[in-house]
């Protein structure tokens, strides 16, 4: 587990996450320069004819750094508002979060709700200010908003553009060296999280989870812990641009799997999956509480759980 990264991009809408997931999927060669399309990861129609992200979207990408091999999980999420639930779901499977600011723009209302958000859930989070090519672009004065923001130290900024290219190994390196390695037991009973589903027509519903603790195998007798719902795991694997089955997976790894579930609403979010042998002695505290509300002119989400609370922004001057 310990070159295992788990990381999801957060901003505001048009900020460029996006874009910059193209290039950080470029640079680790995990798409072919025949493979690649403008918002490689948007695969739904109406979010590539309106340029938004609506769903969040895994994949999984290897990087060498300092002569060792690294797994790096990236979950783009939406920026817009209505789609804050994504995000929210997405930062519950990760350890660490790319905060992308434009540098023309700066920090933004959904800026703030969506690092709550992270900050919530204790991501470490790494600023990025993108679009520094753009002639408005002013780095220095935007660069003060996010330390006035975050608190962190100027270097920690990374400066990038996804347009152009720059910095995209910066932030690769960022991601190994700031965001922790994810902890939990291989050895313990099975305890993954479901955080998000995809419905195929040809072989279900598509339950894409990542492991707390625990292994899960190909054939694997398994058990939705809320739902009471018992299943087969039919296929695991990892999502690359395609899904790449797997005999076996462990804990801190991010994953699809497919049992033959027909009917959508039998998957959760926020579920548990377990093994209906030897099974967890409690399910992960998931988040189907989640509600939005007005706070200062913008929508913030908060979520209940055990682990953490969000605390409204006081202030959006």
Not at 77 to 93: K, L, N, Q
Not at 178 to 183: G, H, K, L, T, W
Request: hydrophobic content about 40%; charged content about 25%; glycine content about 8%.
């Amino acid at each position: 587990m310990k070159n295992i990264r788990n990381f999801c991009i957060i901003a505001h809408i048009d900020h460029g996450k996006s874009t910059l997931a193209d290039r950080l999927l470029e640079f680790t060669q995990t798409v072919t320069e025949r493979e690649m399309q403008a918002q490689l990861l948007d695969n739904m129609d109406l979010e590539r004819e309106r340029g938004i992200t609506i769903k969040s979207h895994a994949i999984q990408m290897k990087y060498v750094y300092k002569g060792e091999e690294y797994t790096l999980n990236l979950i783009d999420t939406p920026g817009h508002v209505d789609f804050s639930y994504e995000v929210s779901r997405s930062i519950a499977a990760c350890e660490g979060a790319l905060l992308i600011v434009d540098a023309s723009q700066g920090i933004e209302a959904q800026t703030i709700s969506n690092l709550y958000l992270a900050i919530g859930q204790d991501l470490e989070i790494i600023p990025v200010l993108n679009k520094i090519d753009l002639p408005g672009a002013d780095p220095e004065a935007v660069s003060d908003e996010v330390i006035d923001l975050i608190g962190c130290a100027k270097e920690d900024i990374v400066l990038a553009s996804g347009k152009e290219g720059i910095g995209i190994e910066d932030i690769l390196n960022a991601v190994v060296e700031r965001i922790p390695a994810p902890e939990g037991d291989p050895d313990a009973p099975l305890q993954a999280m479901i955080f998000d589903s995809v419905y195929n027509p040809f072989r279900g519903v598509e339950v894409i989870f990542r492991i707390f603790n625990g292994q899960i195998r190909k054939g694997d007798k398994i058990k939705f812990v809320n739902t009471g719902r018992e299943y087969d795991a039919d296929e695991i694997g990892v999502l690359g641009m395609n899904q790449i089955p797997q005999q076996q997976m462990a804990a801190g790894n991010v994953g699809y799997l497919i049992s033959g579930i027909k009917v959508a609403k039998e998957v959760k979010v926020g579920d548990t999956i377990t093994h209906v042998k030897n099974p967890c002695a409690k399910a992960i505290q998931g988040f189907e509480n989640v509600k939005p509300m007005v706070f200062a002119g913008i929508y913030l989400w908060t979520r209940q759980s055990s682990k953490s609370s969000v605390t409204p922004w006081k202030s959006c001057s």
